[in-house]
Structure formats: C-alpha cells, structure tokens
Nanobody, 118 residues
Framework: QVQLVESGGGLVQAGGSLRLDCAASGRTNSTYTMGWFRQAPEKERELVAAITWNSGVIYYTDSVKGRFTISRDNAKNTVHLQMNSLKPEDTADYYC???????????WGQGTQVTVSS
C-alpha cells in the first residue's frame, strides 16, 4: 500500500501562484511515476502533469504548459507542482497520483482544492 498526502491548495487571485506538494509513504521502494490530476465541478478528472522516476519523461497538458512545473525528490518520496500565472479555469480539486513503473497499480491522494478568483 502507498499513502499520499497532499498540501498547498488554497485561494489565489488570477495571475498568482501556488505550489502543491505530495508526500508518498508505504511501499515506495520501487520505481514509480507520479503525477497530478484535477477535477473541476461537473467535469471529468484530467491529467495535468506527470513525471517519471528519473525525471526523464515529463508530461503537461496543453493548457498548463509554460505555467506549471512538476518536480520530484526521490530521496523524500515527494512530488511538487509549481503553478504560476493561475487562471480561473485552473480552479479544481487537485489529486496526487502514484503508479509503479511498468505497472497498472495506482494510488490517489485525498485531493486539495485550488480556487482562482478573477
């Protein structure tokens, strides 16, 4: 089992910044990909950004490219999402995701709310 604890959400004005953090604990002794998903009201959950174990592959959804940066610290089993130039359309619940490399087993955090006011 893997437990994920997120922090860093909140309320910010458009153009502002927030940083989301996620700490993994439990069975983290294998390589794994981590990512951030988000879900806005009445919308499907979407992948925002993901980063592989060695940071060799990094993915961003088009709407956040150039504004968000994902990073990880394998020694601390953490992943971070730096969100700059936030827009009202970034408002959503953000979820940390953990998936073992080459596998399908995945774990989710409890979610943290991000609200961007116009």
């Amino acid at each position: 089992q893997v437990q994920l604890v997120e922090s860093g959400g909140g309320l910010v004005q458009a153009g502002g910044s927030l940083r989301l953090d996620c700490a993994a604990s439990g069975r983290t002794n294998s390589t794994y990909t981590m990512g951030w998903f988000r879900q806005a009201p009445e919308k499907e959950r979407e992948l925002v950004a993901a980063i592989t174990w060695n940071s060799g592959v990094i993915y961003y959804t088009d709407s956040v490219k150039g504004r968000f940066t994902i990073s990880r610290d394998n020694a601390k089993n953490t992943v971070h999402l730096q969100m700059n130039s936030l827009k009202p359309e970034d408002t959503a619940d953000y979820y940390c995701n953990f998936r073992y490399s080459g596998g399908s087993t995945t774990y989710w955090g409890q979610g943290t709310q991000v609200t961007v006011s116009s």
